[in-house]
């Protein structure tokens, strides 16, 4: 027989199609025992009301009728009619118990003592990383660290090691992308000059110190209360806030703080250097990410396999936020991938051709350390590659008092200025036609299509309302997007005031639009997700047409 939703071949006695699950109408007959035989009907010999079988020859002496058993229950019912129970329970976060705190505590602790152990590594490297590449005898920053050495000796004064000012908890705050703030202050001889340096954390790569420790301590979150799924999401409610609550706490006491009075017989000058964070938005940023990288952690504790899928049958629409979720991943990952070949391959290429010229300059010093330029600039590169396939302008922005100047680049456009040297802009201009990156840029625009077309397959699946469900998912893409945006801009600022008033300003921003970006991947996904909701009536229409 076929099935009478997709026209899928199945065997006689199947119940649901066994292509999309459609239940087959297909009606069962059983049969109940009504009595028992006084004689037995092969061999006539009487029996007795408790024998089953005839003594003599062994046959049946039941007495048996069939009745037509009550259709069986659609199985997408009963998934309904589940998960509007389950949701009744999972999806109301907002009562919370002490007991549900109490159960969130360890794996939240349990995550920040991770991310604080790899921290430390990430801390240890980066420290030799500064010693041997910035600080190298033949940078001028090395001259300046000398200079500042000499006069802390002639004034008797202190300084602090420039290479090992930042520590552990300033590492455990980056990894959350929590950027820095600067201030200094200098005093002397009637003139006061006070400066601010702000600096936004952008490095894709330090997520991945949280994303480890928030899924491990999801995992055990889950492995601890498999009984209780009903409350998971409650429970790494609590463990967010947990989480959130301890780095913000932290974040009170990491930076650093240093001061020095500079006298000699010429001048004397007061100097002050302060690091400090956002309480609110470690608090904030924390929260998110323990959330997020914890419930992946608790999906995975449940079913391994399909962890995000699970949202499916977890929460209203949660086919659409499990699509929306898994595209971008998997465009991101296939990204940076690619990413991490092409850049291998031409740091080997630098490292045969020039390696020898480079000799011990910091140059080389940063190709023989390239497994981690590889993976910082892959990971960088994905998130902005994806980006620009969603037609979203990369925007470069250098700010210089009053003077601002823009420089963008799009797939459809290419390079664009406003107010930007001719000459630079040129150059720009120039180096991106000689790399033919605008080609091959359009050339992959056919990954994102085919990625929305087989998630807009997967939602047509669904048996009730796949234009909500398109919603849901294009909503959610868009704002996952703006996110990725707004955690991968580059942007530093700085500020310098003499005598109380601004004097110099300068900013940098790299990045792209976050609202510009939720407009065009909004749309951009919903567009092509239906149409892919259209492959699955055109394969059913096939297999009718095959079988006619």
Known sequence: ?????????????????????????????????????????????????????????????????????????SPVSV????????????????????????????????????????SFVVLNVSQNFVQDFVFNETTELDEI?????????????????????????????????????????ATGDGEAVRGTFELENSAVIYMALPLISLFVGGLILGRRNRETVDSLLSMNFAMAIIYALVLAVISLFAGFSYSASFVDEYFSVDFTLVNQYSFVRTLVFSFVFAFVFAGLGSLFSKNYRKFSGQLSSLMPYGEGVHQAFSTIVRGIGIWFVVGSIFFFTKVHDLKENIGWFLGDTPMMTLL?????VVVSLSAQFSTYVWNLLHLAPLTLTVRDDTEEMTVNYSIINGVTSSDFNESEFHYVQQLIANTDIGFYLKVAIILPILLFLWAGYRISLQQENTLMHMVVFSITYGVLMSFVASITDLVFATTLYENGYPSKQMGFMLGFSTFGIFIRSFLFAFIFAYIGTWLRNINIRTKIVRKL
């Open 368 to 372: 023989e350390k390239g497994f981690i």
């Open 145 to 185: 660290t000398r200079t500042l050495e000499n006069m802390a000796l002639e004034s008797e004064v202190e300084i602090p090691d420039l290479t090992n000012m930042i520590n552990l908890t300033d590492v455990m705050l980056y990894a959350n992308l929590q950027g820095s703030v600067i201030e200094w202050s």
């Open 79 to 118: 998934i309904e009619k589940d998960t509007k129970m389950f949701n009744s329970k999972l999806l109301v976060v907002h009562k919370l118990s002490i007991e549900q705190f109490k159960k969130g505590l360890f794996p939240a602790i349990l995550s920040v003592v991770i991310l604080a152990m790899l």
């Open 1 to 73: 027989m076929y099935c009478k939703t997709c026209g899928e071949k199945n065997f006689s006695p199947s119940n649901y199609c066994v292509r999309d699950g459609t239940y087959q109408s297909q009606e069962k007959f059983g049969f109940k025992l009504s009595g028992k035989r006084k004689f037995c009907q092969d061999c006539g010999r009487e029996s007795r009301p408790h024998f089953n079988y005839c003594l003599s020859c062994g046959s049946a002496l039941g007495l048996y009728t069939s009745k037509q058993n009550k259709r069986t229950p």
